[in-house]
């Protein structure tokens, strides 16, 4: 099993470092802080309270949303700062998809110092994986790299290794809530035992939340007490 504490520690300084001092990462002004000018990072659209404390899709009042209500994720939380439309998704895409790794500091960054911020303690943070086939097409795991920086800005006990995707899984993105969950059911493996462990999974954008619940899944019937979820994004609404 494959961990990182004092090294990614380390490495994540290095990359959190990189991203002060530099060009604003949406409009190239010269004055920006911790990846963004302070007009850019105002404009940032953030996930504003309140929200399901579950699965964080807005709500008018505080509390539990009705589909949580009859259908309780799997997963016992979701922590997630913004909501995924522009310019976030512009860089969200931009990282994913433009091989653009250097924003891996700068959305660590936003996604550690959140609204509110990360400051619970787990026993080990994971990255949702990649399957074999999508790794070497993308050549990165966009996940990964977040989580990289986020364990490297608030210190945790990194297993990249510690579970795996099993098979090629479709893409998510165009298919229905019941497709999704029915494209990653079963799509999981888990390397070793993790009684009484508290886990955060971290991913880059929920939509439906079913990758988070499949992992949840196979990580609680490997014995993890509690498993919590830290995504930069949501999208407001589940497609259907």
Same mark, same amino acid.
């Given at each position: 099993?494959?961990?990182?504490?004092?090294? *990614?520690?380390?490495?994540?300084?290095?990359?959190?470092?990189?991203?002060?001092?530099?060009? /604003?990462?949406?409009?190239?002004? =010269? $004055?920006?802080?911790?990846?963004?000018?302070?007009?850019?990072?105002? !404009?940032?659209?953030?996930?504003?309270?309140?929200?399901?404390?579950? /699965?964080?899709?807005?709500?008018?009042?505080?509390?539990?949303?009705?589909?949580? &209500?009859?259908?309780?994720?799997?997963?016992?939380?979701?922590?997630? #700062?913004?909501?995924?439309?522009?310019?976030?998704?512009? @860089?969200?895409?931009?990282?994913?998809?433009?091989?653009?790794?250097?924003?891996?500091?700068? @959305? =660590?960054?936003?996604?550690?110092? =959140?609204?509110? #911020?990360?400051? $619970?303690?787990? !026993?080990?943070?994971? %990255?949702?994986?990649?399957?074999?086939?999508?790794?070497?097409? +993308?050549?990165?795991?966009?996940?990964?790299? &977040? %989580?990289?920086?986020?364990?490297?800005?608030?210190?945790? +006990?990194?297993? #990249? =290794?510690?579970?795996?995707?099993?098979?090629?899984?479709?893409?998510? %993105?165009?298919?229905? #809530?019941?497709?999704?969950?029915? *494209?990653?059911?079963? %799509?999981?493996?888990?390397?070793?035992?993790?009684?009484?462990?508290?886990?955060?999974?971290? !991913?880059?954008?929920?939509?439906?939340?079913?990758? &988070? !619940?499949?992992?949840?899944?196979?990580?609680?019937?490997?014995?993890?007490?509690?498993?919590?979820?830290?995504?930069?994004?949501?999208?407001?609404?589940?497609?259907?």
């Amino acid at each position: 099993m494959q961990s990182f504490t004092v090294s *990614n520690f380390l490495s994540g300084l290095i990359d959190i470092s990189s991203i002060f001092n530099q060009p /604003c990462a949406l409009c190239g002004n =010269g $004055q920006a802080q911790q990846g963004f000018c302070a007009p850019c990072h105002r !404009d940032l659209p953030r996930l504003a309270p309140p929200f399901c404390s579950r /699965c964080a899709l807005p709500l008018p009042e505080a509390g539990v949303c009705g589909r949580c &209500l009859r259908h309780p994720p799997i997963f016992d939380a979701l922590h997630v #700062p913004y909501v995924y439309r522009y310019p976030i998704s512009s @860089l969200i895409h931009a990282f994913k998809y433009g091989r653009r790794l250097e924003l891996a500091g700068i @959305l =660590g960054h936003l996604l550690a110092n =959140g609204t509110p #911020p990360i400051d $619970q303690k787990y !026993d080990i943070v994971i %990255a949702v994986p990649l399957s074999k086939e999508r790794l070497a097409e +993308r050549g990165f795991n966009q996940s990964l790299e &977040l %989580a990289r920086s986020v364990v490297g800005i608030i210190p945790h +006990r990194f297993l #990249p =290794g510690l579970c795996w995707r099993k098979c090629n899984t479709h893409s998510q %993105a165009g298919l229905s #809530p019941r497709q999704r969950r029915r *494209n990653v059911r079963h %799509a999981f493996c888990v390397e070793t035992r993790l009684d009484g462990l508290s886990v955060a999974v971290v !991913d880059d954008v929920v939509t439906t939340g079913s990758t &988070l !619940d499949s992992l949840a899944s196979e990580l609680k019937k490997w014995g993890a007490k509690r498993v919590d979820a830290w995504a930069l994004c949501r999208t407001l609404r589940p497609k259907t």
